[in-house]
């Protein structure tokens, strides 16, 4: 866990504004996330592109799996 946000943390202190989503999974069964940033005021634009990012993969199956230990919540 020592280095597992040493991906975010540089825009966090530079204050870029930023979206994460999810991309799917691995060929084990991991997710995978996607991490956008933009420049100042792109607020906007990153949820836009998330939004259609997530349009496009609604029907994707991986939207469908939930984690084993959600499995029986509905």
């Known amino acids: 866990m020592q280095y597992a946000d040493q991906l975010t943390v540089p825009a966090n202190h530079a204050g870029v ?3 994460s989503l999810p991309g799917g999974l691995d060929a084990s069964g991991l997710p995978i996330g996607i991490q956008l940033l933009g420049p100042d005021f792109s ?3 990153l ?3 998330g939004r259609a990012f997530e349009r496009e993969t609604a029907s994707a199956a ?3 799996t939930k984690p084993g230990i959600f499995a029986g919540v509905n």
Do not use: D
């Open 62 to 64: 991986w939207r469908k």
């Open 17 to 19: 504004p930023g979206v």
């Open 47 to 49: 949820l836009q592109i």
């Open 43 to 45: 607020e906007g634009t």
